[in-house]
């Protein structure tokens, strides 16, 4: 699936202080995304990774909405912050999906979006969130061997 469509282009970008509504949003899992679920820290935020999440935010205009567990630790939050930040400014998250453990990641981002409008958004995770969203969800690759390869293939324009 190729995002082409499912968010705004670049021209759209809405700052959340300017507007309640964000023209684009991409929400980021980390883990099985930016780098294998059981990499080591000195693995985290793969380069290649970091490199394709750039082009297709700025490609896209899309605001980063974290909607990872690592949301959930100040520490793990702070760190992914500083290692998005790092690569660009136009990665810095600008927000966070709410704790709803119970009902899972999906139920988490549709909490998320009925509290901030938004034209076109896209999830990007690594494991399946529910049939609703299937036609706006690329789904990542367990496999990391074929994670950049499958980012070139969804973020094609």
């Given amino acids: 699936m190729s995002l082409h469509g499912v968010l705004a282009p670049r021209g759209n ?4 202080g300017e507007d309640q509504r964000f ?9 099985g995304v930016l780098h294998p679920v059981n990499a080591e820290e000195d ?6 990774q970091m490199e394709q999440l750039h082009r297709i935010v700025e490609a896209s205009g899309a605001q980063v909405v974290l909607s990872s567990t690592w949301r959930l630790s100040p520490v ?9 930040e790092a690569v660009s400014m136009l990665l810095k998250p ?18 998320w979006l009925d509290d901030h409008p938004c034209e076109r958004w896209v999830a990007i995770d690594d494991l399946p969130l529910d049939e ?3 036609r ?17 293939s969804c973020f094609a324009y």
Avoid: Y
């Fill in 94 to 111: 600008q927000g966070e999906t709410p704790n709803l453990q119970r009902h899972g990641r999906a139920a988490e981002i549709r909490a």
């Fill in 76 to 84: 793990h939050m702070r760190q992914a912050t500083e290692r998005l």
């Fill in 43 to 48: 693995e985290f935020f793969g380069g290649p």
């Fill in 132 to 134: 609703a969203f299937a």
């Fill in 23 to 31: 023209a684009a949003v991409l929400f980021l899992d980390i883990d």
């Fill in 136 to 152: 706006s969800l690329p789904r990542c690759p367990m496999s990391n061997s074929f994670l950049l390869e499958w980012l070139n």
């Fill in 13 to 16: 970008r809405v700052r959340k």
